[in-house]
């Protein structure tokens, strides 16, 4: 592991990043999208002669400064590593962002709404982070950027790095973090802001080795845990919804608006979505849905939410993409609560739901019926607004589901196996 201390205000060392528990995907997903678009160059792709990567953030961290009108406001640490030291590193860095205590909840709905496959090992795929095909990340917990140094990383993807150090620097990401990514859906909302505004300083520069940006920010090394497409679109939603909300927000306030967003940072993708759509417009605060007398007594595991592209992602398993888009429009808010009872395995999750208008209900409602039909071997009517049915999920047979609709509210409640 290299280390020289530059000129300017950049200096290089390596501190091991203490090893404590692994995250929760709420926090780990803030973590993870400032690292997870870097697939590595092949060396002969590179220039014969080019300086250390670390003495290279020097200079681009001037010009990332002058880019985006923030400058440091102290030296930035930079870690160039050899591929062994940078795998572990990376581990390390992942499994020092939290507790895993949500994964399992997690896994439970996910597998229920589709959105990953039965045998798909969640809690392994988030926790056992792999650094094969990552050139880059900043670790916010040490404060300080990661390169890896064989590969030497084109300066893209340095200048995107540089960009989340002077964001950190300048708004204390890891607090920002912590007060504001509280749901599936608000940490995606914040994950935008932050990959967003480091993907424009990235565009802006161009790499003599490579031409342009890779052509794709959602390529990723294929294994195991790139099995599922769907989950691979939540996880890479700051990439493809990030860059663009930063735009129109440049457009319209200019470095200013930016600024005040990290302040006062969206909650929801509904924000990121929609043009129309702003933090001062907020969505409703839900209380956590009650379990329904029919499933009995249990005690409340676990709550979130899941935000409406979540929503739309899963309903796309089972509608059109533009279906999936009108199911999923009229999103004004969602609870979800995990129900475990005592001496039984299995769980029940309520989910429950706000829609703009009675039209928007009734276009999630045949989205929820088309998921509800291709899993039980009988069929819900097109015009129902409740039902009771019995689905298989993956090997599990027989759970129950409950639908009911009162005004713009929807309430589904699924009963499921670990």
Known sequence: MKNCKQALPLVTKATPSPLVLPPTLAFALIQLVLSWSYLAQSASAQPAAIPAPCSRASSILSKVEALRGLKALQPL?????????????????????????????????????????????????????????????????????????????????????????????????????????????????????????????????????????????????????????????????????????????????????????????PHTTREIIHRDASSAERSPALDPP??????????????????????????????SHEQAILAAKGWRADRVAWYSFEGRKTQVIVWRTLWATEQDVSQFLAGIKKLNNARAQGSIDSSARSWLSTINIGTSTGSRVLVSTEGREVLVALEVSP
């Open 77 to 265: 640490d930079c870690v160039a590593a050899n591929t062994h030291e940078f795998s572990e590193l990376y581990r390390k860095h992942i499994l020092s962002l939290g507790s895993s205590d949500s994964l399992p909840f997690e896994r439970a709905l996910f597998r229920g709404l589709a959105i990953i496959p039965e045998n798909y090992p969640y809690e392994r795929c988030v926790t056992n982070a792999d650094a094969q095909g990552i050139e880059a990340f900043y670790d916010a917990q040490n404060k300080r950027i990661m390169l890896r140094e064989e590969t030497s990383p084109p300066d893209s993807i340095i200048a995107h790095e540089v960009m989340h150090a002077l964001l950190d620097q300048h708004f204390d990401l890891k607090s920002l973090v912590r007060r504001n990514a509280t749901s599936l859906d608000s940490s995606l909302a914040v994950a935008a802001l932050i990959e967003g505004d480091a993907l424009w300083v990235r565009s802006l520069f161009r790499d003599p080795a490579q031409g342009a940006p890779p052509k794709s920010e959602s390529q990723k090394v294929k294994d195991i845990c790139a099995s599922s497409a769907a989950l691979d679109s939540i996880n890479f939603f700051p990439y493809t919804f990030g860059k663009i909300w930063v735009a129109r927000l440049r457009e319209a306030g200019g470095q200013t608006a930016l600024d005040r967003a990290f302040l006062n940072p």
């Open 290 to 319: 009650r379990l329904p007398s029919m499933f009995g007594s249990a005690k409340l595991s676990h709550v979130d939410s899941l935000g409406q592209y979540a929503i739309r992602v899963a309903l796309g398993s089972f509608l």
